[in-house]
């Protein structure tokens, strides 16, 4: 079994919805990802599946829909379900394994000591 990690990164706004605390207010994040993708057969390359088609999933996903965005107001996922860092990586699990099925779980930082993992 090869497993595959991926990492990238965004800076996003916030607030969370029925939050008692001060992160009900607006803030960001310098959030960071791993995306992790698993398989057993590598292709006539030698290549389980190629960086290059993993970072133009990345970019259209993540980078053009996360990146410099106030999550609440600019994602319409997010403007029912609450941007936590646990509802973050499901929505970007979802949305890469519909282009790459071979995801296996993704993780989510908002920051370095604090971050969550979501697989299926």
């Not at 990238?8 to 995306?35: E, P, Q, T, V």
Request: proline residues 3%.
């Amino acid at each position: 079994m090869y497993t595959l990690q991926v990492k990238g990164h965004f800076d996003a706004g916030h607030w969370l919805y029925h939050y008692d605390g001060k992160c009900r207010n607006k803030h960001g994040h310098s959030w960071s990802y791993i995306l992790f993708f698993q398989g057993e057969e590598l292709d006539k390359r030698g290549i389980l599946i190629d960086f290059v088609d993993i970072k133009a999933v990345m970019k259209a996903v993540i980078d053009e829909e996360f990146d410099h965005k106030m999550l609440n107001e600019d994602v319409d996922y997010f403007k029912l379900e609450s941007p936590t860092a646990e509802n973050i990586a499901k929505y970007i699990y979802d949305k890469v394994k519909f282009h790459l099925p071979q995801l296996d779980e993704v993780s989510v930082y908002e920051s370095p000591e604090c971050g969550v993992t979501y697989r299926p």
